[in-house]
């Protein structure tokens, strides 16, 4: 008595179970594609639904404002801002090394008319683990400052993952 061959066991497989195992295939592929851009520092850890959030501490990325027209560039209070649409049209920082926007700066500027005509620098900051002592420390990630140029027009520069970036922007409020 011979036992069957793979072909003939493959044939007696329903299409449920291709879906099953294809879907299991994708799920690994997404696992090891996860892990990856993580290790590039490309993609934030915790989002994505990946795997990468057991490698580093969740990172919770933080914005901070400065006024950069006086000396002594102080912060804007948070609870003085809004700061929503920001967040979303930088796509919720999931991609680490994407530079900011000139749709999130002018979203920005619409729902906080209070803050046009000021030379303003943002700051990203993120938790990062640190072996020597043992720890996880807030530590700026990316920045960019808007100067205006007129009432109705701003120019904005930054840096993030060691790439510079900038444009200009015309604000209608």
């Known amino acids: 008595m011979s036992s069957p061959s793979i072909v003939a066991k493959l044939k007696k497989l329903s299409g449920i179970h291709f879906v099953i195992f294809g879907l299991l295939a994708i799920h690994t592929l997404w696992i090891f594609t996860h892990l990856n851009l993580v290790s590039r520092d490309l993609i934030n850890p915790w989002k994505l639904g990946g795997y990468g959030m057991y490698t580093k501490p969740a990172n919770r990325a933080r914005l901070r404002i400065f006024d950069v027209s006086t000396k002594t560039a102080e912060q804007i209070p948070r609870m003085t801002f809004r700061a929503n649409d920001f967040y979303e049209a930088n796509l919720r920082y999931i991609f680490r090394c994407r530079p900011m926007s000139k749709k999130s700066?002018?979203?920005?500027?619409?729902?906080?008319?209070?803050?046009?005509?000021?030379?303003?620098?943002?700051?990203?900051?993120?938790?990062?683990?640190?072996?020597?002592?043992?720890?996880?420390?807030?530590?700026?990630?990316?920045?960019?400052?808007?100067?205006?140029?007129?009432?109705t027009k701003f120019s904005y520069t930054g840096k993030v993952c060691d790439t510079q970036y900038s444009g200009e922007a015309e604000f209608k409020s």
């Open 105 to 151: 700066f002018l979203l920005f500027m619409r729902k906080n008319p209070h803050l046009t005509n000021i030379n303003l620098r943002f700051e990203i900051r993120e938790r990062e683990f640190q072996r020597q002592p043992i720890r996880a420390k807030w530590v700026t990630h990316s920045v960019a400052e808007i100067t205006w140029l007129d009432d």
